[in-house]
């Protein structure tokens, strides 16, 4: 049995390994009377072959869609029955596979998950039904260029590899999906060398880790590893030309990930930036010139590589104003930093997001489980905090000298205009 020995956990924090691989961690939260948990697995975006994508997507879909023992709408009634939420989701590098239930229904929550995760049967019948759900799903991201655009900007900044995949495939690929492919990916991804269960909530760690035991300790086999991502992200503009009444903005530029010592002065950045309505782009850009009816900034996060992401909805007429704003915030901010006052009302945001995140077991399970997956470590709310509290203006400064917000930068846009009416002589950038 490989559990504790060796490892520094904070209080009210676990960890156990199965000889077979599978990994469980766990936070203890005995003020509450529910449970979540949820084994994540390298089964995602990134994992599908080339021609097959939208596989990982369909395959969340359909992995409660009935097992050796149950056909799909006798699983859906054992699940109501124990009054348990549940779901899948499916990002570019991970897929969470995940339920939520008063601690009493634990054990019985976990032996449906024992039958979903290790014998699905993915039946023919059911896979046309979630095919033309996803199709419905793609028809509609294709009609909405704010959903769409920063498919497009991924493509481009993730350029050399597999994260710049839309999450729900193309029409083509997923048409020519079939069960067999279904029945494949199981068979390669879902193993326990490759699984991850993280639990929150009020449980019986000791009783937990006997009845995984039980369930999975006879799961075998060993996923191979996960594929490197090397993304090469260069100075890029891509524009998809849509007649209408709208232009519709996507930016993104390398920035700190999960693993540098300097992400928590990143998420200051992005907050100060465009995280709420006393944000720099929110200010200059939508309250002082009425150039957007819409405009955020944030970061988001992989294995391989970070960034800082930059929305803004305008229309075809201040296009080419509204995007010369930005950068010239971006490169404010990359020559002053941020303010003191800036910084502070940085920190309370996150803070507060984060205090407000930190009462639920959801969201627990979740920040744990990314927390180990991709740092071998769990952090505490109260790490977190101190760690946001610590951000200084010159630790600011430093991630900015070393990820400039400028360069590389893509800039992807949907809309009427053509390069030269949205560009003009903004790119390239010094």
């Known amino acids: 049995m490989d559990s504790q020995q060796g490892l520094q956990l904070p209080p009210d924090f676990f960890y156990h390994r199965l000889p077979n691989g599978l990994e469980m961690i766990g936070q203890y939260m005995p003020s509450l009377r529910s449970v979540t948990f949820g084994f994540q697995l390298d089964a995602a975006v990134i994992h599908e072959p080339e021609d097959k994508n939208g596989l990982a997507h369909l395959f969340e879909y359909m992995l409660f869609q009935g097992t050796k023992e149950k056909d799909a709408r006798t699983l859906n009634e054992a699940f109501e029955s124990l009054g348990a939420r549940k779901g899948t989701s499916t990002s570019l590098e991970t897929t969470q596979v995940w339920a939520q239930i ?210 803004a909805g305008t229309t075809p007429e201040q296009g080419h104003e509204c995007l010369a704003v930005i950068l010239n915030e971006l490169r404010r901010l990359r020559e002053e930093g941020l303010t003191e006052d800036e910084l502070e009302r940085a920190r309370v945001q996150l803070k507060s997001e984060h205090i407000m995140r930190s009462e639920g077991s959801g969201a627990r399970m979740s920040a744990n489980a990314r927390s180990w997956w991709y740092e071998r470590r769990l952090r505490t709310p109260h790490e977190v905090k101190e760690a946001i509290d610590s951000v200084t203006a010159e630790q600011v400064m430093r991630v900015l000298q070393e990820f400039s917000p400028l360069q590389p930068l893509t800039v992807a846009a949907i809309g009427p205009l053509s390069r030269e009416e949205l560009i003009g002589d903004l790119l390239p950038l010094s």
Do not use: C
């Open 102 to 311: 008063v601690n009493t229904r634990l054990d019985a929550t976990l032996d449906l998950f024992h039958e979903v995760l290790l014998m699905p049967t993915f039946p023919r019948d059911e896979l046309e039904r979630m095919r033309n759900i996803i199709l419905q799903e793609i028809r509609r991201r294709d009609d909405e260029p704010m959903s769409r655009i920063f498919d497009l900007a991924r493509l481009h900044f993730y350029a050399g590899s597999a994260l710049g995949r839309p999450i729900y495939g193309t029409a083509e690929d997923v048409r020519a999906l079939q069960q067999e492919d279904l029945v494949a990916f199981w068979q390669e991804r879902y193993r326990p060398n490759n699984a991850l269960l993280s639990i929150a909530g009020n449980f019986d760690w000791e009783r937990v880790v006997a009845k995984i035991e039980r369930l999975f300790s006879d799961w075998q086999g060993a996923a191979s590893p996960s594929p490197e991502q090397h993304p090469r992200p260069s100075n890029t503009v891509v524009l998809e030309h849509q007649e209408g009444k709208q232009e519709h903005l996507g930016l993104m530029v390398p920035f700190p990930n999960y693993t540098h010592p300097d992400y928590y002065a990143a998420q200051i950045i992005g907050e100060a930036l465009g995280g709420n309505m006393a944000s720099r782009l929110f200010v200059e850009v939508r309250e002082k010139r009425g150039l957007v009816y819409s405009v955020s900034a944030g970061l988001s996060s992989n294995k391989a590589i970070g960034s800082l992401r930059i929305y």
